[in-house]
């Protein structure tokens, strides 16, 4: 079954505690995506990559840091630098980059208090 | 003008008629564009996507594009109560350079029975 799978789906932190969200996808799909949805918003870009081992920032990078070491993984973490962390956090993957169908994983609620 | 737009709702249809979702870009260049269902608490589910002019059919859905227009639309036949849904329009758009999907705030949608 391909797809892809973020853990966890809730997250509870303290404030001041940096956090890894996990974010894995078996589609074989070069581009890999990190958005932010509030309440009531729409979905905001974190961070993309095209290609292994390179990333770029997306609208609201701040306070968020990425890495691509695999295809298959896109780890995003989110630190204490991030002011308001407490959103709905979206993975997406594309075959390749932009222009290309995004699939969406389930998403991780994170609730920082 | 904002790069998307649509319009936020609710838009309340009665089962069995015909849902009207729309949606505006600001990038005259606009190459990709598609519709997604987000149902409440979960992630966003692709269910259409649409490249060139005209009209685009799946089952129940067809999408619609007027690129002189500038202007995207979704319709749902013989809608059903699970079609109750937010429903996300995103179009490639090219800012400052570089390319990226930029999603509206979404319509949101009430089947009545």
């Known amino acids: 079954d391909g797809g892809i799978t973020q853990s966890p789906k809730y997250l509870f932190r303290k404030e001041g505690q940096n956090v890894t969200l996990s974010c894995e996808q078996n589609?074989?799909?070069?581009?890999m995506y990190w958005y932010r949805q509030d309440p009531g918003q729409g979905l905001r870009l974190i961070y993309y990559?095209?290609?292994?081992?390179?990333?770029q920032k997306g609208d609201i990078a701040e306070g968020y840091s990425v890495s691509r070491e695999k295809k298959e993984s896109f780890p995003l973490t989110v630190t204490s630098a991030q002011k308001n962390p407490t959103a709905f956090y979206l993975c997406?993957?594309?075959?390749?980059?932009?222009?290309?169908?995004?699939?969406f994983g389930p998403g991780t609620r994170l609730t920082v208090t | 003008q904002k790069e998307v737009e649509q319009n936020s709702g609710p838009l309340s249809v009665p089962e069995g008629a015909i849902a009207s979702l729309n949606c505006t870009y600001s990038?005259?260049?606009?190459?990709?564009f598609f519709w997604y269902r987000q149902y409440s608490g979960k992630s966003p589910e692709l269910i259409m996507s649409?490249?060139?002019?005209g009209d685009k059919e799946d089952g129940r859905f067809t999408a619609q594009l007027n690129k002189a227009s500038q202007y995207v639309s979704l319709l749902i036949r013989d809608s059903q109560p699970s079609d109750s849904a937010t429903y996300l329009c995103?179009?490639?758009?090219?800012?400052?350079?570089?390319?990226?999907?930029?999603f509206g705030q979404g319509t949101r949608l009430t089947i009545n029975p």
């Open positions: 997406a993957s594309s075959k390749q980059g932009w222009g290309y169908e995004q699939y």
């Open positions: 589609l074989n799909h070069d581009a």
């Open positions: 990559s095209q290609i292994v081992n390179d990333f």
């Open positions: 990038d005259r260049g606009s190459q990709s």
């Open positions: 649409i490249y060139s002019n």
């Open positions: 995103a179009v490639n758009i090219l800012i400052q350079g570089a390319q990226k999907l930029v």
